[in-house]
């Protein structure tokens, strides 16, 4: 059962940058799942004035590294039977897999169309990425 006010069990995905919820949707390739979702836009939030959420049913597994990736202002809202468990703070991750694309043409990665782009983090304050495979930076 999933109604729109609220989720017995699912994700709801708080304090998204306003007018970011559908690029945050896409990052985290939700148009792939048939859970019911809504992305909410511009509602009022106490905290940052305008804000985007992202409320999906039945799930129970969202990827915490691209969230992290996205804005570590973004808390993470996991539901069981209407039980509200949150996870704030989400640190930059070590590794991001499929995010980012190197742009290096004589990376391994622009050769085989099948391998995984992966990036590893060099410099949190800067929230700088390399390729792991040809070092470039993202
Ligand atoms: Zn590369």
Do not use: W
């Not at 069990?9 to 990052?27: M, R, T």
Request: net charge positive; hydrophobic share 35%; glycine share 4%.
């Amino acid at each position: 059962m999933c109604r729109t006010k609220r989720i017995e069990n699912g994700i709801v995905i708080d304090h998204v940058s306003p007018g970011k919820g559908l690029e945050l949707y896409n990052l985290l390739k939700l148009n792939h799942t048939d859970c019911p979702t809504i992305i909410i836009k511009n509602v009022d939030s106490r905290k940052m004035g305008k804000k985007d959420m992202i409320k999906i049913c039945d799930i129970e597994h969202i990827n915490l590294d691209i969230i992290g990736y996205f804005s570590s202002d973004i808390t993470v809202n996991i539901i069981q039977n209407q039980k509200i468990s949150k996870i704030r703070n989400i640190d930059l991750p070590e590794y991001i897999k499929n995010v980012l694309y190197c742009k290096n043409i004589n990376c391994i990665t622009s050769v085989e169309p099948e391998i995984d782009h992966i990036f590893k983090l060099v410099n949190r304050k800067n929230k700088k990425y390399a390729c792991v495979y040809c070092d470039n930076i993202e």
